[in-house]
C-alpha cells in the first residue's frame, strides 16, 4: 500500500510540474490564462471500517483550473489589435459560413487576402450586423457574421443638388453691372465668392465656384432694396447659359437674383436654381444639371462666411482609416468623405468560465460545464469594453510559477525518497533468513 501512496504522490508532484511548466513556457503567449493544479487525498472506507484507524490511500489531481483574471495590456501601433478590458470572450469562426463557434481572448488581428479580418490561425472574428445609428441589429451568435473591411466604398454618384448658405456683407460696395459688367477673372467685379467640388456620373470632379455681386440697381428701387447678383460657374463656364459660355470672354453672364429686407433677411420667394445642362465632355452624362439651392442666406455687418456648404454627390473612395470604438463598433473612413459602419465586434461570457473546453492556439469551446454563452455588446452589462491598439498579456506571474517549480520539485523528491524507503523495507524483508 506505501508503494501506492507514494507513487500517487509522485505523480502528483509531476503533475503540479506539468501545469507549472506550462504555465512559465505560456508567459510571452497573447490572451493565455494560467492553470492550477488542484489536487485531493485519497481513502478507501466502508461502511464497516474503523475510520480512527485509516491512513489514507494517497493524493489524485481532483482538477486543473484555468484563472481569468485580468492580464496586462500591452499597447502596439496596430489598429486591429483588440483587448478586452474586463470579463467577456471574442467570438471566432473557423470559415466565413460555419455556425461552429470558438472563443478567444487574444485579440491579435490583421486582414487576409480577402479582406477578412482573422487571427493568425485564419479564424474569423465575429460581428453583429449594426445599424446606421451605431447599435446591434441584433445579439444573438447565430446572427454573427465574419468581419469583412472593404477597401472601396460607394459607386459614381452625380451631383444632382448643391446646399449652400451665406452670410452676405452689408457694407460691400454696390457694383454697377451695366457699366462694369462682371468678370469672373477680375476680382474687382464682384464681391465675394465660394467653391466646392461636385461629380459627375462617372464620379469625376469637377468645381463650382458661386460668385455674389452686391447690385447697384437695388439702390434706386422703388422701395429700395438690398439686391444681389449670384453668378455660377462649373470648371470655370456660365452654368445657367445653354450651352455654357466660356469664362473667358467679358460679359454676357446670367445670374439669379437674392433680395433682403432692412432686417438683413431673405426676401427672394424662390431659393432654387437649376442650371442648364452642363454638356460634360468626358464620357460622363452630358444632360446633368445641378440645383443650387440656397438652404439660408443673411445679410449683415459682419463679413462674408459661408455658413454650410455640401453637395449630394459622391465618387469611389478608397479606405483610409479602420477606427473601432469602446462599444465595439467598427467603423471605416474613406477616401471619398464617407464613413461605414462594419459591425459590432461580438462578445460572449459564460456562467462558469473554467469549465470552458481548451482547444489550443488561445480558444475555447462552450462545454456542460461551462453552461452556454451569453452573448453582448462590449462595454454593456458585465462585458468588457474593447480596449483598441493593445493586446492581453498572458496573466502569468512569473515569478509565481518560479516558486512553484520549487516547491514542485521538493514535492517530488520527497515522494521518491518515501518510494526508496519503501523499497529499502521491502528489501530487508526478504533478506530475512
Given at each position: 500500500?506505501?508503494?501506492?501512496?507514494?507513487?500517487?504522490?509522485?505523480?502528483?508532484?509531476?503533475?503540479?510540474?506539468?501545469?507549472?511548466?506550462?504555465?512559465?513556457?505560456?508567459?510571452?503567449?497573447?490572451?493565455?490564462?494560467?492553470?492550477?493544479?488542484?489536487?485531493?487525498?485519497?481513502?478507501?472506507?466502508s461502511?464497516?471500517a474503523?475510520?480512527?484507524?485509516?491512513s489514507?490511500?494517497?493524493?489524485?489531481?481532483?482538477?486543473?483550473?484555468?484563472?481569468?483574471?485580468?492580464?496586462?495590456?500591452?499597447?502596439?501601433?496596430?489598429?486591429?489589435?483588440?483587448?478586452?478590458?474586463?470579463?467577456?470572450?471574442?467570438?471566432?469562426?473557423?470559415?466565413?459560413?460555419?455556425?461552429?463557434?470558438?472563443?478567444?481572448?487574444?485579440?491579435?488581428?490583421?486582414?487576409?487576402?480577402?479582406?477578412?479580418?482573422?487571427n493568425?490561425?485564419?479564424?474569423?472574428?465575429?460581428?453583429?450586423?449594426?445599424?446606421?445609428?451605431?447599435?446591434?441589429?441584433?445579439?444573438?451568435?447565430?446572427?454573427?457574421?465574419?468581419?469583412?473591411?472593404p477597401?472601396?466604398?460607394?459607386?459614381?454618384?452625380?451631383?444632382?443638388?448643391?446646399?449652400?448658405?451665406?452670410?452676405?456683407?452689408?457694407?460691400?460696395?454696390?457694383?454697377?453691372l451695366?457699366?462694369?459688367?462682371?468678370?469672373?477673372?477680375?476680382?474687382?467685379?464682384?464681391?465675394?465668392?465660394?467653391?466646392?467640388?461636385?461629380?459627375?456620373?462617372?464620379?469625376?470632379?469637377?468645381?463650382?465656384?458661386?460668385?455674389?455681386?452686391k447690385?447697384?440697381?437695388?439702390?434706386?428701387?422703388v422701395?429700395?432694396?438690398?439686391?444681389?447678383?449670384?453668378?455660377?460657374?462649373?470648371?470655370?463656364?456660365?452654368?445657367?447659359?445653354?450651352?455654357?459660355?466660356?469664362?473667358?470672354?467679358?460679359?454676357?453672364?446670367?445670374?439669379?437674383?437674392?433680395?433682403?429686407?432692412?432686417?438683413?433677411?431673405?426676401?427672394?420667394?424662390?431659393?432654387?436654381?437649376?442650371?442648364?445642362?452642363?454638356?460634360?465632355?468626358?464620357?460622363?452624362?452630358?444632360?446633368?444639371?445641378?440645383?443650387?439651392?440656397?438652404?439660408?442666406?443673411?445679410?449683415?455687418?459682419?463679413?462674408?462666411?459661408?455658413?454650410?456648404?455640401?453637395?449630394?454627390?459622391?465618387?469611389?473612395?478608397?479606405?483610409?482609416?479602420?477606427?473601432?470604438?469602446?462599444?465595439?463598433?467598427?467603423?471605416?473612413?474613406?477616401?471619398?468623405?464617407?464613413?461605414?459602419?462594419?459591425?459590432?465586434?461580438?462578445?460572449?461570457?459564460?456562467?462558469?468560465?473554467q469549465?470552458?473546453t481548451?482547444?489550443?492556439?488561445?480558444?475555447?469551446?462552450?462545454?456542460?460545464?461551462?453552461?452556454?454563452?451569453?452573448?453582448?455588446?462590449p462595454?454593456?452589462?458585465?462585458?468588457?469594453?474593447?480596449?483598441?491598439?493593445?493586446?492581453?498579456?498572458?496573466?502569468?506571474?512569473?515569478?509565481?510559477e518560479?516558486?512553484d517549480?520549487?516547491?514542485?520539485?521538493?514535492?517530488?523528491?520527497?515522494?521518491?525518497?518515501?518510494?526508496?524507503?519503501?523499497?529499502?523495507?521491502?528489501?530487508?524483508?526478504?533478506?530475512?533468513?
Amino acid at each position: 500500500m506505501s508503494f501506492n501512496i507514494a507513487l500517487s504522490g509522485v505523480n502528483a508532484a509531476q503533475k503540479d510540474l506539468d501545469v507549472t511548466a506550462n504555465n512559465i513556457a505560456n508567459v510571452n503567449t497573447l490572451g493565455f490564462k494560467e492553470s492550477r493544479a488542484e489536487f485531493a487525498d485519497v481513502y478507501a472506507n466502508s461502511i464497516f471500517a474503523n475510520g480512527k484507524t485509516q491512513s489514507g490511500s494517497g493524493v489524485q489531481t481532483a482538477a486543473v483550473s484555468q484563472q481569468f483574471h485580468q492580464g496586462a495590456l500591452q499597447f502596439t501601433n496596430n489598429s486591429l489589435d483588440m483587448a478586452i478590458n474586463g470579463s467577456g470572450f471574442f467570438v471566432m469562426s473557423n470559415e466565413v459560413g460555419s455556425l461552429d463557434r470558438t472563443f478567444t481572448r487574444a485579440g491579435a488581428f490583421r486582414l487576409n487576402d480577402e479582406g477578412y479580418v482573422t487571427n493568425s490561425q485564419g479564424h474569423y472574428l465575429q460581428t453583429y450586423k449594426a445599424n446606421q445609428d451605431g447599435t446591434p441589429a441584433g445579439l444573438g451568435l447565430n446572427t454573427t457574421q465574419p468581419l469583412q473591411i472593404p477597401d472601396k466604398a460607394g459607386e459614381p454618384q452625380a451631383t444632382t443638388e448643391v446646399r449652400t448658405g451665406v452670410n452676405l456683407p452689408a457694407k460691400a460696395e454696390a457694383k454697377d453691372l451695366a457699366s462694369n459688367p462682371f468678370d469672373p477673372t477680375d476680382s474687382s467685379t464682384y464681391t465675394s465668392s465660394t467653391s466646392m467640388t461636385v461629380y459627375d456620373s462617372l464620379g469625376d470632379t469637377h468645381t463650382v465656384t458661386q460668385y455674389f455681386v452686391k447690385d447697384k440697381t437695388g439702390e434706386t428701387a422703388v422701395p429700395p432694396v438690398n439686391r444681389w447678383q449670384m453668378f455660377v460657374f462649373v470648371d470655370g463656364k456660365d452654368a445657367f447659359n445653354d450651352p455654357p459660355v466660356s469664362a473667358m470672354p467679358v460679359g454676357g453672364f446670367n445670374s439669379k437674383t437674392l433680395e433682403f429686407d432692412s432686417a438683413g433677411d431673405l426676401t427672394t420667394a424662390t431659393t432654387d436654381f437649376d442650371t442648364e445642362e452642363l454638356g460634360f465632355t468626358n464620357g460622363s452624362d452630358g444632360t446633368q444639371t445641378i440645383n443650387i439651392n440656397i438652404t439660408s442666406a443673411t445679410m449683415n455687418a459682419g463679413a462674408f462666411e459661408v455658413t454650410s456648404n455640401s453637395q449630394d454627390g459622391n465618387t469611389v473612395g478608397r479606405l483610409t482609416k479602420v477606427d473601432v470604438g469602446p462599444d465595439g463598433l467598427v467603423q471605416a473612413t474613406y477616401s471619398n468623405g464617407s464613413t461605414q459602419n462594419l459591425g459590432i465586434v461580438a462578445m460572449a461570457r459564460f456562467p462558469n468560465e473554467q469549465g470552458l473546453t481548451q482547444i489550443g492556439d488561445t480558444q475555447w469551446r462552450e462545454s456542460l460545464l461551462s453552461g452556454e454563452a451569453v452573448s453582448g455588446q462590449p462595454n454593456t452589462g458585465i462585458f468588457g469594453k474593447v480596449s483598441v491598439a493593445a493586446l492581453e498579456q498572458s496573466n502569468t506571474n512569473l515569478t509565481t510559477e518560479l516558486v512553484d517549480l520549487i516547491t514542485a520539485q521538493r514535492n517530488f523528491q520527497a515522494n521518491s525518497r518515501a518510494l526508496e524507503v519503501n523499497s529499502t523495507l521491502q528489501q530487508t524483508i526478504l533478506q530475512i533468513r
